[in-house]
């Protein structure tokens, strides 16, 4: 290899195509970038700040347990992590935690239980999950076998074997694709990188029977829409359904790196001393961050209030979405988790709202995805409305003047 290859080489990998934008510091709902702006944040680093940037709350515990003890070996029992294991468990369908670093961790841990359930009982050939189109669930190998895109599976040698896709809402393919290898069946009850698309809650009450009456476990993802971001602490509860399995990422730790496996106690049965570990899973900072995210979560009115945001941020965008018909094709989505389908290439709007400093994330479906900190209030909705409002009628001006002349 030549110097001058190595050279243009950037120093960090180029695996992410960024914007010529950095941010120097965050503050609630707003971001400040080195540009002088300041942004109105309906990205929370992709649904991970929900509590907006520099919580003082989070502030404070990160601080005093970083003046106490960073880091210890999970061969100790770590009494921080053991009070938010007891205080998911006490408000999830589940018995038992795994803490870990990431979301990809913690559906490598899920993905490892649901196989390890069966090897349990007598049934290690039944290690195979059925997933959907347009699922995401990580970046490791077995997550881009399960997330199923041929964009991150290709180029990476033969793909982790385990994983049967079926189309997101047919149900004879997913019934047909149950045999008797089957382990499990993974879905994200909201899909956020596949374009905010929500499975219907019958859907979802279909998949627990299915599972039941195949002796399967039902593994929800829901590292994304989870921890508040539908407006309930976990999206399946609207469906009144539970799983048996489940990641959390992203918002648990509100900026701090943490993810977490749950499961009942008849699932995890397998995962026994020397199953599974971590090295960095779970420790005293990352339990501390992932406390003080529960402590003001599970403050009566906080999901109250995160659902009235929503409903008046829905209301305000379908009015949007109809004045906007070139632009816009509909809303969807739930609790604050809501994604604007677009006419136009998603780019090119998600550009214009960045241009009068909304910033909001890029979904599959051509979709702008809205993920708002959970502490967003009316006034926060009505400047991103006011400001989508704007970039559309601009961006429909120029989509007729382009017809016009071409
Ligand atoms: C982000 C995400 C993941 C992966 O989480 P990482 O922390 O990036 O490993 C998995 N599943 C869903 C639904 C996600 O949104």
């Not at 700040?49 to 601080?63: F, I, K, M, S």
């Not at 196989?115 to 290690?127: I, M, S, T, V």
């Not at 949007?320 to 988790?337: A, K, N, S, Y």
């Not at 502490?375 to 991103?384: F, K, L, M, S």
Request: some cysteine.
């Amino acid at each position: 290899m030549s110097v001058a290859t190595s050279q243009a080489f950037p120093p960090v990998m180029p695996t992410y195509a960024r914007l010529d934008l950095a941010i120097e510091r965050g503050e609630g709902v707003y971001l400040h970038g080195t540009d002088g702006r300041r942004y109105l944040d309906f990205m929370s680093g992709i649904a991970v700040t929900a509590l907006g940037h520099a919580h003082p709350r989070l502030v404070a515990a990160l601080v005093e347990q970083a003046q106490k003890l960073w880091h210890v070996s999970n061969i100790f029992r770590i009494p921080e992590g053991e009070r938010l294991a007891r205080r998911l468990v006490e408000n999830s369908f589940a018995d038992t935690v795994f803490f870990t670093n990431s979301g990809a961790e913690a559906m490598e841990c899920g993905i490892k239980t649901v196989r390890k359930y069966h090897a349990h009982h007598g049934h290690p050939e039944r290690y195979r999950l059925v997933t959907f189109e347009g699922a995401f669930h990580g970046r490791t190998l077995a997550t881009i076998a399960a997330g199923g895109n041929r964009k991150y599976i290709d180029g990476f040698g033969p793909a982790v074997d385990g994983f049967d896709q079926v189309p997101f809402g047919d149900h004879e393919a997913l019934k047909a694709a149950i045999g008797p290898q089957t382990a499990g069946i993974l879905i994200e009850p909201v899909q956020g990188e596949g374009g905010i698309r929500p499975v219907p809650p019958q859907c979802l009450r279909g998949l627990r029977e299915l599972c039941d009456k195949h002796g399967i476990l039902l593994f929800f993802d829901e590292i994304q829409c989870g921890m508040g971001r539908t407006g309930r602490l976990f999206a399946h509860e609207w469906a009144g359904v539970a799983p048996d399995v489940m990641s959390l990422a992203k918002a648990i730790g509100g900026g701090f790196p943490l993810g977490a496996c749950l499961a009942t106690a008849k699932a995890a049965a397998g995962m026994t001393a020397g199953s599974h570990g971590s090295t960095y899973g779970g420790n005293p900072m990352a339990m501390a961050c992932g406390n003080a995210v529960m402590d003001v979560m599970l403050e009566e009115g906080f999901l109250d209030r995160v659902q009235q945001v929503s409903s008046h941020l829905v209301q305000q965008l379908q009015g949007i979405v109809e004045r906007h018909p070139e632009v816009f094709e509909e809303v969807r989505g739930q609790g604050l988790m809501l994604g604007l389908k677009c006419r136009m290439p998603q780019g090119e709007v998600a550009a214009a709202l960045r241009a009068r400093q909304l910033l909001t994330v890029n979904a599959g479906d051509n979709v702008v995805r809205l993920l708002p900190p959970l502490i967003a209030g009316p006034e926060h909705v009505a400047e991103a409305c006011a400001i989508i409002d704007a970039a559309a009628d601009e961006l429909a001006a120029k989509a007729r003047a382009g017809a016009k002349a071409g």
